[in-house]
């Protein structure tokens, strides 16, 4: 199952847009999940967070979306960072070198 435009959260806290995805971020899920970043760093935050609490399954299109996002959050001066990746979403990022964008806070 693939996420859509409708199970991306996007909740604020002070300055920092959270966009906050559930389910499969696949090659259908792609889309949606960038339009909701774009939407997210339109309002100009402080901070770009992607919750990945609920993200079950993270492909290349998808990790291609996090790298966008987190290139146009940088040349904005927007800090940027992924929270709460599961073990498996964790792995992925590992393995692609992303790791390095995890908050563990």
């Not at 559930?22 to 901070?47: K, M, Q, V, W, Y």
């Not at 393995?95 to 908050?103: A, K, M, N, S």
């Amino acid at each position: 199952m693939s996420t859509t435009g409708e199970e991306i959260d996007v909740p604020r806290r002070e300055d920092v847009a959270i966009v906050a995805p559930r389910g499969e971020l696949d090659l259908a899920a792609a889309p949606a999940f960038h339009e909701t970043i774009s939407l997210a760093l339109a309002t100009n935050p402080t901070a770009l967070e992607i919750d990945l609490t609920e993200v079950t399954f993270l492909d290349s299109s998808s990790l291609s979306v996090i790298v966008r996002a987190w290139r146009q959050s940088t040349e904005r001066g927007i800090a940027f960072r992924l929270t709460n990746p599961v073990r498996n979403v964790r792995r992925v990022l590992e393995i692609t070198d992303l790791d390095r964008l995890i908050d563990d806070r």
